[in-house]
């Protein structure tokens, strides 16, 4: 099977082992609000249109992906270690086990992949702002395991600066950690303000111990025929990003 032509594949330094995609709209069966590649088990679609939409990203991965319950906290779960038949509760994935693919769902949030420089470890991170605040991308980082100088990340279609109204409480959550958030915040209508996701998880990559830090430009809430947006429709679908070691 092809990969559909509109599915983002990261241009980032890494080895040629390591693959990774994230999914648009493009490429399912779903239709209406969920056209028509929704990947999201919760969102409102149809069951059958769920599980052949995972059936197509399926047949382009190496193995079947462990999709995680995604709670907006920092959990990360190491898919080489035994586990349970339960669903994790968690907000992000590693492995080390060629042929293993970790994946996330977004519809607003950023996925953030991670691959160390020899191309051996690998991890994708959902982080919509609780959990960016909470510190998902550095436990992601932790859990690599490697030098934090080593890795390298790609952030995927997040929503972008020009359409993320926030209150106070989410700038004040991201100034009380480190004082340059501040930055990542611009005043829009009295109480509100306009955040910039793709700063703020730089940032916190930097802080982390990061030199390489790509992508990023995206906007999921105004490219509407790209990319599902709870913020644009409710009921949206959601898109997945997946990596794995080849």
Known sequence: MR???????PDWPVPDRVRAFVTTREGGVSDGDYASMNLGGSSGDREDRVEANRAIARALLPGDPLYLAQVHGTTVVDLDAPRGAERPRADAAVTFTP????????????????ADGAGTRVGVAHAGWRGLAAGVLESTVAAMKADPREIVA???PAIGPDAFEVGPEVKEAFAKADPAAEGAFKPHV??????DLYMLARQ?????????IHGGGFCTFHDTSRFFSYRRVQKSGRMGAFIWVR
């Open 3 to 9: 990969q559909p032509s509109q599915w983002l594949v």
């Open 99 to 114: 042929g293993t693919p970790a994946v996330v769902l977004t519809a607003d949030c950023m996925p953030v992949f991670f």
């Open 154 to 156: 790609w952030m995927g």
């Open 190 to 195: 009295p109480g509100k303000f306009m955040a």
């Open 204 to 212: 916190r990559l930097a802080r982390a111990g990061l030199r390489e």
